[in-house]
């Protein structure tokens, strides 16, 4: 794990409702393509969700992906899923 992502996901930790935050993240499209992206908003909560993302799994297996419900600033409710490109930031 990278310093960066050792301080998100510590940021993630101890988030709690009401704080601003930012978070960065990256998307690899194709084979070298990235893409980044930013929102802000203010953390309405935040969970670990259990999903089923993966083709032909067992079925006793537990995927869970860590993520944060986010007020933007017009009002919109947003769901952000945190992964190892995701980079948060307090502001």
């Known amino acids: 794990m990278t310093p960066e ?3 998100s996901r510590d940021l993630f930790d101890s988030l ?4 601003r ?3 960065v ?4 499209v194709g084979s070298s393509a990235r893409w980044t992206t930013t929102t802000v908003g203010r953390v309405l909560r935040r969970e670990r969700r259990r999903h089923g993302l993966h083709f032909r799994r067992n079925p006793d297996d537990k995927v869970y ?3 944060l419900i986010l007020a933007r600033d017009s009002g919109e409710l947003t769901t952000v899923t945190i992964d ?4 948060l930031k307090r502001v």
């Not at 709690?16 to 704080?19: I, L, Q, R, W």
């Not at 993240?25 to 690899?28: D, L, M, R, S």
């Open 5 to 7: 992502e050792q301080q």
């Open 16 to 19: 709690a409702p009401g704080e």
């Open 21 to 23: 935050v930012e978070v």
């Open 25 to 28: 993240h990256g998307v690899t």
């Open 65 to 67: 992906s860590d993520v």
């Open 84 to 87: 190892e490109f995701t980079r």
